[in-house]
């Protein structure tokens, strides 16, 4: 008699093995999919903090070179064919031909 009673049950235990199986499985997928969608935010925000920090750093370069441009001395370029001469007017004399 109790073996009749585990014959009739084990019908009934096969489909809600499947559905546990199912239900496991989908739980490992939404896992795996939020892991991985965790890190490609991660490498995201590492990505824009080092842009963010490349930026910051030309910034205050560009400012550098702009008080350096503003302090430099007035000077004068004079061409004449292949020949450039570089003439800092601060320190020149006046020449009189």
């Known amino acids: 008699m109790l ?6 049950e084990e019908p009934a235990r ?32 590492q990505r824009l903090a080092a842009l963010r ?8 370069e560009l400012q550098k070179v702009k008080a350096m441009a503003d302090d430099a001395p007035p000077v004068v370029v004079l061409d004449k064919g292949d020949t450039s001469v570089i003439v800092d007017l601060a320190e ?4 009189y031909y």
Request: proline fraction near 2%; hydrophobic fraction near 50%.
């Open 3 to 8: 073996r009749a009673v585990r014959v009739a």
């Open 14 to 45: 096969a489909p809600m093995a499947w559905w546990r199986l199912a239900t496991s499985f989908v739980v490992v997928v939404v896992v795996v999919f939020g892991i991985y969608a965790g890190s490609m935010k991660y490498q995201q925000q």
């Open 53 to 60: 920090a490349e930026h910051h750093r030309l910034e205050t």
């Open 92 to 95: 020149t004399q006046q020449t």
